[in-house]
């Protein structure tokens, strides 16, 4: 069951995430092309390992496993998901 970002992380990328990664699957990254123009950070949800280190980083709490996404935010899972399947993560 993948983590997934949510909407507290639009507009904020605060990135701290991305560093504590151990799989490097949260993109684009600061380092990235793409960074400066997305809303919000990702996670890729066939690489992330379920460890649970983004989630306790985050300072706006914009990050949660998928089954206990708030039933408003739920629309996240897809957003997290479709950004890798369309080939965004330039990693
Ligand atoms: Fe990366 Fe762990 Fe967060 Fe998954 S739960 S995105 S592996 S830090």
């Not at 069951?1 to 990254?29: L, N, R, S």
């Not at 990050?63 to 935010?73: K, S, T």
């Amino acid at each position: 069951m993948p983590y997934v970002i949510t909407e507290a992380c639009i507009g904020v990328k605060d990135a701290a995430c991305v560093d504590v990664c151990p799989v490097d699957c949260i993109h684009p990254t600061p380092a990235e092309a793409g960074f400066a123009a997305i809303d919000q950070l990702y996670i890729d949800p066939l690489s992330c390992i379920d460890c649970g280190a983004c989630q306790v980083v985050c300072p706006v709490s914009a990050i949660f496993p998928e089954d206990e996404v708030p039933a408003h935010l739920t629309p996240y899972i897809e957003k997290n998901r479709v950004y890798y399947e369309q080939g965004s993560n330039t990693a």
